[in-house]
């Protein structure tokens, strides 16, 4: 196991990764397969472990950005499907097709390419994307579709295996820009099934779509944001399916020290103490993820208290005011555990409130985290896994 020496660290708890994709299997149809998407380091909680547990957890595939994402995982020795959900261009279809990841296909001179590759015995596998009203990537249907999915099936060496979608707002309560988008797929669908073309996983939905309309996910959910626990957004219907965040930001207080009034904290002084106060210094800023627009916002939690971030968050610290979370047992002293996101005693950070705080989504919080922090991975309490992109070697 990796080791680390810094206090700060995001502790992702596998039970809840569990959780969270057995109270999807229950809301959709039965047997329809789960892809868990792991793009952009799996939403920050890192990549691999967290494939390797979607993988034992029993997820039918994978889901990446890009292929160097899907090469990363596939050399990390894990061999499910890999879908790289994003563009993949000429140059990557040699090494796609030699480590069986799957691509996202929608371009002509991509399916020539795959066309004009050197014979092999393995072939190329993909899934035709099509553009539903996402207006990102994918077969438009005013062009001639048919054709290209046509060619595509037709072409030696090149698996068809898939056809899919993306809704661009299955998270919205109104769904009838969803309903659109997902009969504008049925048109598609219907062709490959009148031809009885060879397509066999026929797939649409994000996680919005899982909660709210998992009849319109297809023949395969790809699930991302709820997988670690969090909402879409906040109109979803939350009462479908109770999830629970896998992620917590933790680190400690590294220094106390007492200051006098006047007594400026951080770059700027942007914060002075009014009065004797307790300050403590984290080991964490902008620099892992915790965004210095988060000054004169973010709190944290110490003692089961939610205390302020005092002054300009550092590239590297912070500081908080500690006055408020002392106790029968004295003021805080250093060492003591700190949550900026996450539970601690009654009371609890969540990301979305740090995403609120930023005006973002709660999906940039996570991604946001910086490579740099540690990534603790624990199952019934116990640490059963460690992640440290600065490669220290072992404990
Ligand atoms: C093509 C595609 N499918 C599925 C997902 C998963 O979406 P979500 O994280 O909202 O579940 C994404 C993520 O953005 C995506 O780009």
């Not at 408020?324 to 601690?344: C, D, F, K």
């Amino acid at each position: 196991m990796e080791t680390y020496y810094r206090p700060t660290r995001a502790e992702i708890s596998f039970d809840a990764l569990r959780h969270n994709i057995n109270a999807f299997r229950r809301v959709m149809p039965a047997g329809v397969p789960i892809m868990a998407s792991v793009k952009a380091n799996a939403y920050g909680h890192g990549a691999v472990e967290i494939a390797r547990e979607a993988v034992r957890c029993g997820i039918n595939y994978l889901g990446v950005a890009f292929l160097d994402e899907a090469i990363q995982i596939r050399k990390s020795g894990i061999d499910a499907p890999i879908l790289v959900l994003g563009f993949v261009g000429p140059e990557g279809l040699p090494i796609a097709r030699e480590l069986g990841i799957t691509i996202a296909l929608f371009r002509e001179d991509v399916l020539e390419a795959a066309a004009a590759l050197p014979p092999s015995s393995k072939r190329l596998k993909t899934h035709i994307k099509v553009d539903t009203g996402m207006g990102r990537l994918g077969l438009l249907p005013e062009e001639d579709w048919e054709a290209f999915i046509e060619r595509a099936v037709h072409t030696p060496g090149v698996e068809v295996e898939g056809l899919f979608t993306h809704f661009a707002r299955a998270d919205e309560a109104d769904k009838s820009y969803t309903e659109l988008q997902y009969s504008r797929f049925n048109k598609f669908a219907d062709y490959v099934k009148m031809k009885e073309l060879p397509i066999s996983i026929i797939h649409a939905g994000n996680s919005a779509t899982g909660i709210d309309t998992p009849e319109w996910a297809g023949g395969m959910l790809r699930l991302g944001i709820s997988m670690y626990g969090l909402y879409p957004s906040v109109e979803v219907n939350k009462q479908r399916i109770e999830l629970e965040p896998i992620m917590s930001l933790k680190t400690e207080v590294v220094m106390v020290k007492d200051v006098p009034p006047g007594w400026g904290i951080s770059y700027g002084s942007r914060y002075v103490a009014s009065g004797n106060e307790r300050i403590g210094t984290l080991p964490i800023g902008y620099a892992d993820g915790f965004s210095r627009m988060l000054t004169g916002k973010a709190e944290a939690l110490v003692r089961g208290h939610k205390v302020p971030v005092r002054g300009a968050i550092c590239m590297d610290q912070c500081m908080i005011a500690l006055d408020s979370a002392a106790n029968a047992e004295g003021p805080v002293q250093s060492g003591e555990e700190v949550v900026l996101i996450g539970r601690q005693g009654d009371e609890c950070i969540t990301v979305d409130e740090v995403a609120a705080k930023l005006g973002t989504i709660n999906y940039e919080v996570t991604c946001m985290l910086a490579a740099r922090v540690p990534r603790v991975y624990t199952r019934e309490e116990k640490i059963v896994a460690v992640s440290n992109a600065l490669a220290i070697g072992l404990g």
